[in-house]
């Protein structure tokens, strides 16, 4: 996966080494990418131990990564995510813990940044280490409706596979079912006595 890795590692341990001298000099600018690259597995690495863990859970409590681009997610502190754990596949992007869903990232400092460098691992592994990072809030999806009535998710304005964002009836984020809990996870912030009515309407049969 690393060309030349003894001398990628002599260089990010700062060790002299005899061998350099032999390098090409074409040679060495592939050895410093290849440095570059090895530093970036071992941090993927790294962040999958307990220490790395352990810091990478002060930063997020201090939002450093950003927060969710998505409106209903009020502003969710948001985790570095990599789709794929092979250099050179992506760039890092985003994870929110609430929509569950990953987002480009805002600044385009980080569109040089591998997605191997934060691995696909990562975010889920931290959030089963640390469920009391996981937001506490029910997740708030947004309803489009025109005229009040909800649009049909057959229709060509309607939303599209609404349900990858709900969670069974009942379910908590630390992954318990609560027998007891019947209220519906589809939270609608503009609900009221005449949408509901307009709403009963919809669901016997009058969708847009
Ligand atoms: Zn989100």
Request: proline residues 5%; charged residues 25%.
């Amino acid at each position: 996966m690393v060309n030349y890795y003894n001398e990628a590692l002599d260089i990010i341990l700062d060790i002299e080494n005899d061998d350099e001298d032999k390098l090409d000099k074409n040679e060495l600018p592939i050895v410093e990418m290849s440095a570059d690259v090895l530093y970036g597995l071992i941090h993927a690495r790294y962040i999958l131990t307990r220490a790395g863990l352990q810091q990478m859970a002060e930063k997020y409590e201090n939002s450093e990564f950003g927060t969710c681009p998505r409106y209903n997610c009020n502003f969710t502190p948001v985790l570095p995510y990599g789709r794929s754990d092979q250099p050179d596949r992506d760039v890092v992007r985003l994870f929110c813990p609430n929509c569950l869903d990953i987002y480009n990232c805002a600044s385009s400092k980080y569109s040089l940044v591998d997605s191997a460098y934060f691995g696909t691992t990562f975010a889920h592994l931290f959030f089963d280490t640390f469920p009391e990072f996981l937001p506490q809030n029910k997740i708030s999806l947004y309803v489009p409706k025109m005229f009040g009535f909800k649009i049909s998710e057959y229709s060509k304005t309607g939303s599209r596979m609404l349900w990858l964002r709900q969670q069974p009836e009942g379910f908590n984020r630390q992954g318990l079912i609560t027998l007891s809990e019947n209220e519906s996870t589809v939270e609608n912030a503009e609900s009221n006595n005449a949408t509901v009515e307009l709403d009963n309407k919809q669901e016997q049969g009058h969708d847009i």
